[in-house]
T-cell receptor, first 112, second 112 residues
Framework: DQQVKQNSPSLSVQEGRISILNCDYT??????FLWYKKYPAEGPTFLIS?????DKNEDGRFTVFLNKSAKHLSLHIVPSQPGDSAVYFC???????????FGQGTRLTINP | KAGVTQTPRYLIKTRGQQVTLSCSPI?????VSWYQQTPGQGLQFLFE???????NKGNFPGRFSGRQFSNSRSEMNVSTLELGDSALYLC???????????FGPGTRLLVL
């Protein structure tokens, strides 16, 4: 049973436009969510996080939105840059545990 | 501040052998978590240590074990290696619960 799902395996966006990556979760006990960016054969790089007490968090070009009723979060990247091309993972934790449950990832390609 | 470091970066072993991987967390971080990444299963949680105590464990067989030392450095051990253990093993450190987990570069293990 996959508790965190990223239904789009890949996404292609033109440079300068907005990239929107989506993530759905099923476990209502999750209360902390994160987005990571990953290149092959490297560890994930932390981008941005959000606690369940918020519905939006911004950090520079990155904004994460959380819709608790829909159990859905999204990552917006504006404007998209070629260096943003990577695999993006959403992750969730909760129930007092530090364990992260990851989605399967979305490969983002930014086209010049 | 130095990031999470993992050694070795690459390992080749044969079936039936055992292996020990090492992780040094970011200075001041007391929580260390281990994850396995494979193409089929994605990123999966192995276990988490805090102040030398295992706090959480994922759904992996007992061949997978770990420990944490008083300086927060951690090791994980896999005994009786199987072909399916070939994976990227990632270590992440954080200050504590619901604090961001920062990942190391990983150890790529190939079991022949």
């Amino acid at each position: 049973d996959q508790q965190v799902k990223q239904n789009s395996p890949s996404l292609s966006v033109q440079e300068g436009r907005i990239s929107i990556l989506n993530c759905d979760y099923t476990n209502s006990m999750f209360d902390y969510f994160l987005w990571y960016k990953k290149y092959p054969a490297e560890g994930p790089t932390f981008l941005i996080s959000i606690s369940s007490i918020k519905d939006k968090n911004e950090d520079g070009r990155f904004t994460v939105f959380l819709n608790k009723s829909a159990k859905h979060l999204s990552l917006h990247i504006v404007p998209s840059q070629p260096g943003d091309s990577a695999v993006y993972f959403c992750a969730a934790s909760g129930q007092g545990a530090q364990k992260l449950v990851f989605g399967q990832g979305t490969r983002l390609t930014i086209n010049p | 501040k130095a990031g999470v470091t993992q050694t070795p970066r690459y390992l080749i072993k044969t079936r039936g052998q055992q292996v020990t991987l090492s992780c040094s967390p970011i200075s001041g971080h007391r929580s260390v978590s281990w994850y396995q990444q494979t193409p089929g299963q994605g990123l999966q949680f192995l276990f988490e240590y805090f102040s030398e105590t295992q706090r959480n464990k994922g759904n992996f067989p007992g061949r997978f074990s770990g420990r944490q030392f008083s300086n927060s450095r951690s090791e994980m051990n896999v005994s009786t290696l199987e072909l399916g253990d070939s994976a990227l093993y990632l270590c992440a450190s954080s200050r504590g619960y619901q604090e961001t987990q920062y990942f190391g570069p990983g150890t790529r293990l190939l079991v022949l």
